[in-house]
């Protein structure tokens, strides 16, 4: 049987078709941005300190869950670019098995071009966000 979703690795593909598809950065920075506006609301009660995503240089909140075997994620920042990488994120995390977010090599975002293409700071949180998740599958897997 086959999952509902497409599988990460068929996620990152269709993102590097689409990132290739905008051509230049500007292009990609409005879809990322675009992205990020179509995720669902963070719900308000949960933007305090308990959900607060430190290691970013916006302000992120973030939560999750597992839902069978499932890991479930939702957040917001403060930072319209940054929400647009949570969402990036989640397309390729949220809705996973441990198992298949631990044998995805955190590098796709070199691949994606985004790693070259973000400020330090923005570079380093989502590497943060990325190893947040990766500690959640951690967990759960062991």
């Not at 269709?14 to 230049?24: I, N, R, S, T, W």
């Not at 691949?111 to 949180?125: D, I, K, P, Q, V």
Request: include cysteine.
């Amino acid at each position: 049987m086959a999952d509902k979703a497409p599988s990460i690795a068929a996620e990152i593909s269709a993102l590097k078709d689409e990132f290739a598809f905008l051509g230049d950065w500007t292009e990609r920075y409005q879809y990322i941005m675009d992205m990020g506006r179509q995720m669902p609301t963070f719900p308000p009660e949960k933007q305090d300190e308990a959900h607060m995503f430190h290691g970013c240089q916006s302000q992120v909140w973030f939560d999750y869950e597992w839902d069978g075997d499932r890991l479930q994620l939702i957040g917001t920042s403060d930072a319209m670019i940054v929400n647009g990488l949570i969402a990036l994120l989640f397309r390729i995390y949220s809705d996973r098995s441990a198992e298949e977010i631990l044998a995805t090599d955190s590098g796709f975002m070199d691949e994606l071009g985004l790693s070259s293409h973000l400020s330090a700071n923005r570079a380093t949180g989502l590497s943060n966000m990325i190893e947040k998740i990766r500690g959640l599958a951690a967990e759960r897997a062991a």
